[in-house]
T-cell receptor, first 117, second 114 residues
């Protein structure tokens, strides 16, 4: 149990376009989802936290107008990178927490590699 | 705000050597502690976790970690590493109260050589 999927696993887009990344909890209800960003050979940096049905809470320094997060249902959250630029190229990882044993555990998706050309 | 320090950036060991990776956190309250592993090209996998109880926690693949509250530490250990343990290891912490996200350390790259 506790599987989180992400789609797509990798995407290449042109500078100026927008990209949407989906994160789904496949076998549990994710009351909270987190979005992280990982640069090559670096750690995971938290971008934002979203609770189902509420607006996302962004970490300091993360542009909310650039990284749009929607958590419309208990199994789906989306991250849209708007007007992408090459510096947005990174590995984006979602994580979900829900109504399972161990309320403090986060289950991680496999990540989405975004390359902006 | 809480932070997590992993002092070893890159550790190189021979097979069968013992491993200890340091992790310290800065938060005075009650915390939950985790170690994750990321194999090359793969996603994060949970190695072990500590919520409460016995401070010595055993995880998968022969790993264990000890929570020392007085030292704010949660070091990861393995008595005998294998080549397949080559990976990036991340320590993560969150507050035990409230729906708070995991905060990660910078990671330690482990290279095991034959």
């Amino acid at each position: 149990g506790a599987v989180v999927s992400q789609h797509p696993s990798w995407v290449i887009c042109k500078s100026g376009t927008s990209v949407k990344i989906e994160c789904r909890s496949l076998d549990f209800q994710a009351t909270t989802m987190f979005w992280y960003r990982q640069f090559p050979k670096q750690s995971l940096m938290l971008m934002a936290t979203s609770n189902e049905g509420s607006k996302a809470t962004y970490e300091q320094g993360v542009e909310k107008d650039k990284f749009l997060i929607n958590h419309a249902s208990l199994t789906l959250s989306t991250l849209t990178v708007t007007s992408a630029h090459p510096e947005d190229s990174s590995f984006y990882i979602c994580s979900a927490r829900g109504r399972l044993a161990g309320p403090y555990e986060q289950y991680f998706g496999p990540g989405t590699r975004l390359t902006v050309t | 705000a809480q932070s997590v320090s992993q002092h070893n950036h890159h550790v190189i060991l021979s097979e069968a050597a013992s491993l200890e990776l340091g992790c310290n956190y800065s938060y005075g309250g009650t915390v939950n502690l985790f170690w994750y592993v990321q194999y090359p090209g793969q996603h994060l996998q949970l190695l072990l976790k500590y919520f409460s109880g016995d401070p010595l926690v055993k995880g998968i693949k022969g790993f264990e970690a000890e929570f020392i509250k007085s030292k704010f530490s949660f070091n990861l250990r393995k008595p005998s590493v294998q080549w397949s343990d080559t990976a990036e290891y991340f320590c993560a912490v969150n507050r035990a109260s409230g729906n708070t996200p995991l905060v990660f350390g910078k990671g330690t790259r482990l290279s095991v050589i034959a």
